[in-house]
């Protein structure tokens, strides 16, 4: 079955980069996702990647892939205080009714 | 604007006291997800709606059942809630055929005394 890990804990300083990694096993996955999760609320997709695309990048959010080694990373570029929350990696299956499976997420605390 | 809409966003029940939350949407999708969410884990999912058609994820407990009387509106029903089953409870929907993107509501914090 699918299996999604992620590192639980990341600390940087305010204004600089931070980069969350994310490991997958299905290699039929056709979307890869990074959500956002705040304190008692609920998931934001951040951005997503196809299958397909090696890189991606929106404002201060840059997406890699490597699809053969199953990496999927996210950087963020000048990280702010308000960028700490949970960030949550998801891969999305192919076949049946392609079920999104979850990382466990990785919290990310910056620094003042 | 609230795209996907959970009420409450905090239940209190007592064990065994069946408890119902709801999920709305304007978005105007046809599918439609029921997440728990354990503290520090990742959102599990119990079960979805494609259209009409109810799909039970095999380790769902019986305990948790839902409705989906429109396609605007899902209802997850926990009918004997237990105290491993206080968590916070997420609704996503999604629009088949386009980016196959999840929009999550809030979640629905349940707490079971």
């Known amino acids: 079955g699918e299996d999604v890990e992620q590192s639980l804990f990341l600390s940087v300083r305010e204004g600089d980069s931070s980069v969350i990694n994310c490991t997958y096993t299905?290699?039929?996955?056709?979307?890869l996702y990074w959500y956002k999760q705040e304190p008692g609320a609920g998931l934001q997709l951040l951005t997503y990647?196809?299958?397909?695309?090696d890189m991606k990048q929106d404002q201060r959010l840059t997406v890699l892939l490597n699809k053969k080694d199953k990496h999927l990373s996210l950087r963020i570029a000048d990280t702010q205080t308000g960028d700490s929350a949970i960030y949550f990696c998801?891969?999305?299956?192919?076949?049946?009714?392609?079920?999104?499976?979850f990382g466990t997420g990785t919290k990310l605390q910056v620094i003042p | 604007d609230a795209m996907v809409i959970q009420n409450p966003r905090y239940q209190v029940t007592q064990f065994g006291k069946p408890v119902t939350l709801s999920c709305s949407q304007t978005?105007?999708?046809?599918?439609m997800y029921w997440y728990q969410q354990k503290s520090s884990q990742a959102p599990k999912l119990l079960f979805h709606?494609?259209?009409?058609?109810?799909?039970n994820e095999a380790d769902t407990p019986d305990n948790f059942q839902s409705r989906r009387p429109n396609t605007s509106f899902c209802f997850l029903d926990i009918r004997s809630p237990g105290l491993g089953d206080a968590a916070m409870y997420l609704c996503?929907?999604?629009?088949?055929?386009?980016?196959?993107?999840?929009?999550f509501g809030p979640g629905t914090r349940l707490l079971v005394l």
């Open positions: 299905d290699s039929s996955s056709t979307y």
């Open positions: 709606y494609y259209d009409k058609d109810f799909n």
């Open positions: 978005l105007n999708h046809n599918v």
């Open positions: 990647i196809f299958s397909n695309m």
């Open positions: 996503a929907t999604r629009v088949s055929g386009g980016q196959e993107t999840q929009y």
């Open positions: 998801a891969e999305r299956a192919t076949g049946g009714y392609q079920k999104v499976t």
